[in-house]
């Protein structure tokens, strides 16, 4: 197995050599013959465990058993404990989420720290298969059948082409002791149950399972690599992508996505990173009313007119939605970038570029977002508007609505409906003696 897989990363995981590796430990006998096979290989290893204090006594068993085979191996050992099911309760996950969160998370910061190159971990062809076999049994989309990535980011899975049985037959021949998670035994985990009760039996049916489960898993990576190339494509024609107050929205035009020959399984692609769980009624929004929204996690689709319209739920302004800029400020950058400066005269105005008479101004000034009732006179229109009759007739949809700020005299007066209109009572007249260039600095 050593010879096998000092080829394998020669000829798939060459950028491996002279890296600084970080293994990823848990005692098991998967990462603790990984960890022998690299030092045996003369890779440049440390090893990370994490203590989850799930399993009492045996957890710092484990961890003690980590810290003698560093030691014997002549390897750098991290070690962390956790508070795993405090943390899963307080942030309401599963045990095995939260330790994965906590895991990740700590290697994270050892990578920054040290420096590190790659993590490494002992996911194995077995395990590759009891992923796909779960995933197929909860219900999937094809990139859920596509097996565990081998390479992903910073994170490297070395043993993936090898089967549970070899490296148990290396760690009997070579006598490597390993710490045994009894847990693993038991049938009530579902990854243990296909373990424990199907696996035996699909491997009795097809003796060379593993291996015909490669060839499926690569055909089902080809044929997602060919549906990526198409979503580009689709991208292409029907997003269009713009930013308000440095905020990204993304539009899908309904007549083109409509127009495609499965628009349902174009918007799962689509929008599948944004956290979207019933997908019947993001695609049933195609057809609903203007004003319709569906909401993720972390994200807002909204129907309006032609096009669905995207974006992320905004957190950070949630809490606290007044901001003040003092006098003689020059520049904020939250919660949207103006700059703001002392000009002899004007120059060209547009959207993002507006000029005011200074003497008009009462400070500290005010970012806000707009209310019920707020009312303006729009430069270059008679008489004053109510901002919602404004918004309605720029043909605003609600996520823009939302977006929009205004900047305000300390007594509420709106100056400038920022990256839309400015109030004509500020602009600037022929005797103005002290003129300020208000500038929103949008992204590209």
């Given at each position: 197995m050593l010879q096998k897989l000092s080829n394998h990363i020669n000829k798939n995981l060459p950028f491996l050599k002279d890296k600084k590796l970080l293994i990823?430990?848990?005692?098991?006998?998967?990462?603790?013959?990984?960890?022998?096979?690299?030092?045996?290989?003369?890779?440049?290893?440390?090893?990370?465990?994490?203590?989850?204090?799930?399993?009492?006594?045996?957890?710092?068993?484990?961890?003690?058993f980590i810290i003698s085979l560093g030691e014997k191996l002549n390897v750098k050992t991290f070690t962390t404990h956790f508070k795993t099911?405090?943390?899963?309760?307080?942030?309401?996950?599963?045990?095995?989420?939260?330790?994965?969160?906590?895991?990740?998370?700590?290697?994270?910061?050892?990578?920054?720290?040290?420096?590190?190159?790659?993590?490494?971990?002992?996911?194995?062809?077995?395990?590759?298969l009891e992923t796909f076999l779960i995933n197929l049994t909860r219900g999937t989309g094809l990139e859920g059948l596509t097996g565990i990535p081998e390479i992903n980011g910073n994170i490297v899975r070395p043993l993936l082409k090898f089967s549970r049985q070899e490296i148990i037959d290396f760690a009997k021949e070579n006598n490597?002791?390993?710490?045994?998670?009894?847990?693993?035994?038991?049938?009530?985990?579902t990854r243990n149950k296909i373990r424990h009760q199907v696996l035996p039996i699909l491997k009795e049916i097809n003796p060379s399972l593993l291996d015909t489960f490669a060839n499926t898993t690569e055909h089902l990576q080809e044929n997602q690599q060919i549906i990526e190339d198409r979503i580009n494509e689709v991208s292409l024609k029907v997003l269009q992508k713009n930013f308000k107050s440095e905020k990204e929205i993304i539009k899908i035009e309904i007549k083109k996505i409509k127009s495609l020959s499965n628009s349902k399984a174009?918007?799962?692609?689509?929008?599948?990173?944004?956290?979207?769980?019933?997908?019947?009624?993001?695609y049933n929004l195609l057809s609903a009313q203007s004003g319709k929204q569906i909401f993720s996690k972390t994200h807002i689709l909204l129907k309006d007119r032609d096009f669905l319209i995207l974006t992320k739920i905004d957190f950070s302004t949630a809490l606290e939605t007044i901001f003040q800029i003092e006098e003689n400020t020059s520049e904020i950058k939250q919660p949207i970038h103006l700059n703001i400066e002392n000009v002899i005269?004007?120059?060209?105005?547009?959207?993002?570029?507006?000029?005011?008479?200074?003497?008009?101004l009462v400070f500290p000034l005010?970012?806000?977002?707009?209310?019920?009732?707020?009312?303006?006179?729009?430069?270059?229109?008679?008489?004053?508007?109510?901002?919602?009759?404004?918004?309605?007739?720029?043909?605003?949809?609600?996520?823009?609505?939302?977006?929009?700020?205004?900047?305000?005299?300390?007594?509420?007066?709106?100056?400038?409906?920022?990256?839309?209109?400015?109030?004509k009572r500020f602009v600037t007249k022929k005797n103005s003696n002290s003129i300020i260039k208000l500038s929103l600095i949008t992204r590209d």
């Open positions: 990823a430990i848990s005692g098991g006998i998967d990462s603790v013959v990984l960890t022998h096979l690299l030092s045996a290989l003369k890779f440049n290893i440390s090893l990370a465990h994490c203590n989850f204090n799930i399993r009492g006594i045996e957890s710092d068993k484990d961890e003690d099911e405090e943390f899963a309760k307080k942030n309401k996950q599963s045990t095995q989420i939260a330790a994965r969160n906590l895991r990740y998370n700590w290697f994270n910061e050892l990578i920054h720290k040290y420096e590190f190159d790659f993590v490494l971990t002992a996911h194995h062809a077995d395990d590759n490597i002791d390993w710490r045994e998670d009894k847990s693993n035994a038991s049938t009530k985990y174009y918007l799962y692609q689509l929008l599948k990173d944004y956290n979207f769980t019933e997908w019947n009624d993001v005269e004007k120059s060209i105005e547009n959207k993002q570029t507006i000029f005011v008479d200074k003497e008009e005010k970012l806000r977002k707009w209310q019920n009732g707020d009312f303006f006179y729009p430069k270059g229109m008679n008489g004053k508007k109510k901002l919602s009759k404004y918004f309605k007739d720029e043909k605003l949809s609600l996520i823009e609505k939302q977006n929009t700020w205004l900047l305000c005299n300390n007594n509420n007066i709106i100056i400038w409906v920022i990256g839309y209109r400015q109030d």
